[in-house]
T-cell receptor, first 115, second 109 residues
Framework: DTGVSQDPRHKITKRGQNVTFRCDPI?????LYWYRQTLGQGPEFLTY????????KSRLLSNRFSAERPKGSFSTLEIQRTEQGDSAMYLCASSRSDRANTEAFFGQGTRLTVV | DAKTTQPNSMESNEEEPVHLPCNHS???????IHWYRQLPSQGPEYVIHGLTSNVNNRMASLAIAEDRKSSTLILHRATLRDAAVYYCILRDRDDKIIFGKGTRLHILP
């Protein structure tokens, strides 16, 4: 297993366009997390899944954002009608929940630039 | 979410030990203390975690105060590759991970 992978690594889009990012977690991990990070700040929690169930969504996740994990494996994060303020690094992480307090493994992220 | 307080930045010389402090005075009995670090242009990576007792692994040691209101991450012999932002995080069992601003560690050659 090569770890958490995210695709694409970089995305440049025009304001108003829709974008979709994909995250493939480590195969036996049932927890999947999405974060957003802007320059100089720590990652901000957006949402997380246990298997296919979305357990929590941050207030940061406006109605333009939607995340899915349809079969409990990979996940997608879609941003509709992108705005310049959406420019950030989007990070995905996965972990196991069957053992207490295991570590989360992060992907390299998708850097979004909205022009 | 329980809060942690860390210095914004620290400096250390290469090949010397580094002690990164973290205050968490509002920690609850079920909060674990986690440390992650983020190297430039990378996603965060797990370093270590503990509940009450001091912990050691191949990357670092975690010293937890007896009252659990503070902890210290110890890098025994810093290298240039340890230059990163280090995050101290309180995590209740399998809850989500909430990051603060962390401590930016600079290593001087």
């Amino acid at each position: 297993d090569t770890g958490v992978s995210q695709d694409p690594r970089h995305k440049i889009t025009k304001r108003g366009q829709n974008v979709t990012f994909r995250c493939d977690p480590i195969s036996e991990h049932n927890r999947l997390y999405w974060y957003r990070q802007t320059l100089g700040q720590g990652p901000e929690f957006l949402t997380y899944f246990q298997n296919e169930a979305q357990l929590e969504k941050s207030r940061l996740l406006s109605n333009r954002f939607s995340a899915e994990r349809p079969k409990g494996s990979f996940s997608t994060l879609e941003i509709q009608r992108t705005e310049q303020g959406d420019s950030a690094m989007y990070l995905c992480a996965s972990s196991r929940s069957d053992r207490a307090n295991t570590e989360a493994f992060f992907g390299q992220g998708t850097r979004l630039t909205v022009v | 979410d329980a809060k942690t307080t860390q210095p914004n930045s620290m400096e250390s010389n290469e090949e010397e030990p580094v002690h990164l402090p973290c205050n968490h005075s509002t920690i609850s009995g079920t909060d674990y203390i986690h440390w992650y670090r983020q190297l430039p242009s990378q996603g965060p990576e797990y370093v270590i975690h503990g509940l009450t007792s001091n912990v050691n692994n191949r990357m670092a040691s975690l010293a937890i105060a007896e009252d659990r209101k503070s902890s210290t991450l110890i890098l025994h012999r810093a290298t240039l590759r340890d230059a990163a932002v280090y995050y101290c995080i309180l995590r209740d069992r399998d809850d989500k991970i909430i990051f603060g601003k962390g401590t930016r560690l600079h290593i001087l050659p």
